[in-house]
């Protein structure tokens, strides 16, 4: 996934949407500051907003279509960036130095003029990339920066299985491992288990992981797990150009479908989409009564991708 302007990833702005049942406490905003290990400010500011809205929102749209551009105005209403603040994890520091002086050579896949800010990103896409760390062409744009998927990871920590559903070249499955007891990692595609399960060597996790090279919409029937990782295909680096990235712009899974057999493995999901998703129709996936919580990580005021959070995974300090 290419998540443009990407330097790190761990400024977060959060948007909690509560059912019913919370719908008599009146709307709250909360900001949090907190600095993580390496010392990037993550900053979190909460909407309160019930779900059943956009839920019913999202019927009306579907009787009656709007244009894609009432949509971005919904979307811009909504996003609310409010850090410029940040730091890149590896600016100043001795490592970054000891980087710099050994010239690399790129490799063949990423040695292309639109896919080389990519290779200069190599070390937000694995902190540990000069050990070994193997990407395809594909996965190049794929991967999820290590600090979303970190973070993703840490809020996950309970959870003794977690499924990666779509684990690409082992951006997540790599920090899911590193934080719960056991990894199901799935992939349609054989070079990329063969990606991930050299990656999770280098990170020494590969003994946490499972993998299974098959078509998740098959397999799911036959997996269990405490939450469920959903990060599909986004068609390439193209979604940056539309407007608005609606659920059916998924290019190998229908979303809705992917979501309902999700909920057979887990009942908490993760979704992880691109930064200009439609919210209100990731929001109606909850059902109407239930939660989502939207998170927008953030670099230089700069919506970089969205996570939503189903079931218990919800942060539930609101
Ligand atoms: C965006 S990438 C995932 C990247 C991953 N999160 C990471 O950080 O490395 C999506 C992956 O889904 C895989 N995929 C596509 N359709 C699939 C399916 N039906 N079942 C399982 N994997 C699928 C692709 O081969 C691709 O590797």
């Given at each position: 996934m290419d998540v443009d302007?990407?330097?790190?990833?761990?400024?977060a702005v959060v948007e909690i949407v509560p059912g019913p049942?919370?719908?008599?406490?009146p709307p709250q905003k909360r900001r949090e500051r907190v600095r993580n290990s390496i010392g990037v400010l993550v900053e979190t500011l909460r909407i309160f907003e019930a779900v059943r809205e956009a839920a019913e929102e999202e019927e009306q749209k579907e009787q009656s279509p709007k244009t894609s551009e009432d949509e971005a105005e919904v979307i811009e209403d909504k996003v609310?960036?409010?850090?410029?603040d940040s730091t890149s994890?590896?600016?100043?520091t001795r490592k970054r130095k000891q980087r710099k002086k050994k010239k690399k050579n790129v490799p063949e896949e990423v040695d292309h003029p639109g896919l080389h800010k990519y290779w200069t990103r190599r070390y937000q896409l694995?902190?540990?990339?000069?050990?070994g760390i193997q990407l395809d062409q594909e996965s190049w744009f794929s991967v999820t920066p290590e600090e979303i998927a970190k973070h993703v990871a840490e809020r996950c920590r309970q959870c003794d299985v977690v499924v990666?559903?779509?684990?690409?070249?082992?951006g997540n499955t790599i920090q899911f491992a590193l934080n719960c007891r056991r990894v199901i990692a799935v992939d349609i595609d054989p070079a990329k288990i063969l990606l991930a399960t050299n990656n999770a060597r280098v990170y020494g996790v590969q003994d946490k992981i499972e993998f299974i090279c098959a078509d998740f919409m098959q397999v799911a029937a036959t997996l269990k797990a405490d939450a469920i990782f959903l990060s599909p295909?986004?068609?390439?680096?193209?979604?940056?150009?539309?407007q608005v990235f609606n659920?059916?712009?998924?290019?190998?899974?229908?979303a809705k479908e992917m979501f309902k057999v999700a909920k057979t493995v887990s009942e908490n999901v993760i979704m992880y989409m691109p930064r200009n998703t439609n919210r209100k129709q990731l929001m109606s996936l909850?059902?109407?009564g239930n939660l989502v919580e939207i998170e927008q990580s953030v670099f230089r005021s700069k919506v970089v991708a969205l996570t939503a959070y189903f079931g218990k995974l919800i942060d539930s300090n609101f």
């Open positions: 302007g990407m330097n790190v990833a761990a400024e049942a919370k719908e008599q406490r609310q960036i409010i850090l410029s994890p590896d600016r100043g694995f902190s540990k990339f000069d050990e990666d559903a779509f684990c690409g070249a082992g295909p986004w068609g390439g680096p193209d979604y940056t150009q539309k659920l059916e712009d998924l290019s190998c899974v229908d909850a059902g109407v």
